[in-house]
């Protein structure tokens, strides 16, 4: 008779650039340390924007988490949120606003750790982690719940002969920052900033990663609006990343405190400008290519700001902005991906479509969201082809992927796993055989048993019918 399941929780906050979400996972106790077991069981999205956002009124940052913390008081059981830990990791949205106006970040962070520690959790703490830890814990979620990390019996044989690569690298596209994660067997000791070492399971495993500050989708925009800026002639900015009959007006005053756009400060004679769209692919894709400088690279090779990158091994798992966009489009075609040909030209059909025609078609569709999708399908391109050097014939290793079975693909999971300890460095001793196999095989040995028994009866107490035939 099997023992009630006894579950266990966790929450984690990922607090973004652009918006907070809440995850709840799940796991049951007696399996803590196994791989692919710890599954999401909600996700709330918070209202409003992302914590950085309360830069200007830092108290309100807090109670804007309340109703997703309440939505997790609903799922798990009351008797178990005394025990249940709950994190909060804050990104590239706090790291820019913490580079800004430092007391800000700070004043954000104690608000939204005064919410957390009043809810009925136990608050494990609210920090901002670093592009390192993004790119690492994105890496250890999508290989956990993609299950590579342990295979035994057949599976281990099974991918000893399929050579295929044993993990999947992790390209993660937030609204500010971007970061690219993979095991690299070329791996040299010219940056230790981007070298990783991880034992996993009785595995030892070198990782190369990176994450570029003001690269997120959102940022790449400020940055190529402020390149702009440089050279126009009056409020007026024709636009080749956007629907031609778009216009959108930015006001000048703020864009150049931010610090991805803050060296490219310049005094204009107007204080709002106007932006009007052209729809042009290729023109978006020129003026996106100039944030790539390829120029100096003090490596053996580079991905693009004389960054090392060493070279791209194994396939990748792109997920968060990398997703939502490629998933509109309609070209995360899974399990066979897209050639990249017909990517750029679905790409540069799109942004060549009139603005009102796919206002009308996409009418559901946040008019936020829907007017970037042109500009950040190029910027996706570059990135991956200008900037990490991706080419038609590696292209097809990259799979946009959203949710891996029930849990979204991000840095939270490997987060958690990490702080609860959840992932040993040995593999543990675990039962060599699997309940179904035991069971199995104890029906076998009793049948042979039996038939043994049988046997033995009949050779040594012949019964009389049978004596009678022999003799
Ligand atoms: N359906 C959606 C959802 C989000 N977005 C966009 O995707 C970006 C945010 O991606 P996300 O991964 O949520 O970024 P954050 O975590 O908020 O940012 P960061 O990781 O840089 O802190 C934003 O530009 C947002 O406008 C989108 O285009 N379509
Ligand atoms: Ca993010």
């Keep these: 008779q099997p023992l009630p399941k006894n579950i266990k929780y966790g929450i984690v906050l990922d607090a ?31 209202e409003g ?34 025990e249940t830990p ?11 606003l913490r580079l800004q106006n430092n ?27 670093t592009g390192q830890e993004e790119g690492a814990y994105g890496w250890i979620t999508i290989n956990y719940l993609l299950g590579n990390f342990k295979q035994s019996g057949w599976k281990k044989l099974l991918h000893s002969l399929k050579s295929s690569s044993e993990t999947s690298g992790a390209l993660d596209l937030g609204g500010a920052s971007t970061q690219i994660t ?10 230790p900033d981007n070298q990783l070492y991880f034992r996993l399971y009785g595995k030892d495993y070198q990782v190369y ?31 080749p990343c956007f629907h031609k009959g778009y216009e959108r007006t930015i006001n000048i005053s ?6 991805c756009t803050s060296d490219k400060k310049k005094q204009l004679p107007f204080s709002q400008l106007y932006i009007k769209g052209e729809g042009d692919y290729q023109k978006c894709r020129e003026s996106i290519q100039k944030l790539f400088n390829k120029s100096n690279c003090p490596y053996s090779s580079c991905s693009f700001n004389g960054i090392y990158l060493p070279p791209l091994q194994g396939d990748f798992g792109a997920f968060s902005a990398f997703y939502f966009v490629m998933n509109f489009l309609n070209l995360t075609s899974e399990p066979n991906p897209l050639a990249l040909n017909k990517v750029i030209s679905t790409i540069e059909s799109f942004c060549a479509r009139p603005w009102q025609e796919v206002k009308a078609a996409y009418h559901h569709i946040k008019e936020k969201y829907l007017s970037e999708y042109c500009f950040s399908g190029a910027y996706i391109l570059s990135l991956l082809e200008n900037g990490y050097e991706f080419t038609e014939d590696n292209w097809q290793m990259i799979h946009f992927l959203g949710k891996i079975g029930s849990s979204d693909a991000g840095w939270t999971l490997g987060y958690m796993l990490n702080l609860t300890n959840m992932i040993p460095a040995e593999e543990p001793a675990g039962p060599p055989l699997s309940h179904g196999s035991y069971v199995g095989l104890m029906v076998l040995c009793s049948l042979v048993l039996v038939s043994v028994l049988l046997f033995a009866w009949l050779l040594f107490h012949k019964p009389k019918c049978l004596q009678k035939g022999i003799v």
């Design 49 to 82: 924007p992302g914590i950085s956002g309360y830069s200007h009124a830092t108290e309100k940052a807090g109670p804007s988490l309340a109703q997703c913390l309440q939505q997790a008081e609903d799922v798990i059981p009351s008797a178990q949120h005394k």
């Design 209 to 239: 990663t990176h994450s570029f500050l003001c690269y997120g989708k959102d940022q790449a925009l400020q940055q190529k609006l402020a390149r702009d800026l440089q050279t126009v002639e009056n409020s007026s900015l024709p636009d």
């Design 16 to 46: 973004g650039s652009s918006h907070t979400n809440l995850y709840v996972y799940e796991w049951p106790a007696e399996k803590e340390n196994d791989t692919g077991v710890v599954r999401q069981v909600e996700v709330c999205k918070v």
């Design 254 to 259: 703020d864009f150049f405190k931010n610090p």
């Design 182 to 191: 993979f095991v690299s067997k070329d791996l040299t000791s010219e940056s």
């Design 86 to 96: 709950v994190y909060l990791g804050a990104t590239a949205g706090m790291r820019l």
């Design 103 to 129: 007391s800000a970040a700070e004043n954000v962070l104690s608000s939204v750790g005064n919410t957390l520690r009043s809810a009925p959790f136990s608050f494990q703490g609210a920090r901002i982690i």
